[in-house]
């Protein structure tokens, strides 16, 4: 079964650019390289409909999430994209490329100069309903002390 799109939702083909959701932890400055090994891939859309309808949707263990995102290339140092926060090293994140697909189920982004196209907290994410201050606050707590 090939993958489908969510969106049109036709197959997504080889060496189509596709934007690749995952989720895991960022250990900055170089995230591609760890990519393979901390990254869990969460959706693929062609590039053209996410573009169009800017919306993630996944899985988190409780029920389906629905997000709209904006899809913008950032280059280091990053900011979420919902808080406006700088990602600081080894937060998890959610973290979306976008690149040509390969035969194999990972990609490197082949656009040189930009690094990712969206990028936000893990809390961010998951609990929406908690404002931006009180987030940094938390994030900043949990790494007190390590
Ligand atoms: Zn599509
Ligand atoms: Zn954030």
């Given at each position: ?34 990519y393979r090994d901390h990254w869990a891939v969460l959706g693929k859309w062609h590039e053209t409909c996410i573009r169009k309808c800017p919306k993630i949707s996944f899985h988190d263990g409780r029920g389906d999430k ?81």
């Amino acid at each position: 079964m090939p993958l489908r799109c969510p969106v049109c939702p036709k197959p997504l083909e080889v060496g189509q650019p596709i934007f690749q959701l995952a989720r895991g932890r960022y250990f900055g400055p170089a995230i591609t390289p760890t990519y393979r090994d901390h990254w869990a891939v969460l959706g693929k859309w062609h590039e053209t409909c996410i573009r169009k309808c800017p919306k993630i949707s996944f899985h988190d263990g409780r029920g389906d999430k629905e997000f709209d995102i904006e899809i913008k290339a950032q280059e280091q140092p990053y900011n979420c994209s919902l808080c406006g926060y700088e990602i600081e090293c080894k937060e998890w994140v959610f973290y979306g490329v976008i690149g040509r697909k390969p035969r194999e189920p990972w990609f490197r982004p082949e656009r040189r100069g930009y690094d990712v196209e969206f990028i936000a907290h893990d809390d961010c994410i998951k609990r929406p309903e908690v404002d931006p201050v009180t987030q940094a606050l938390m994030r900043s707590r949990k790494w007190d002390g390590r």
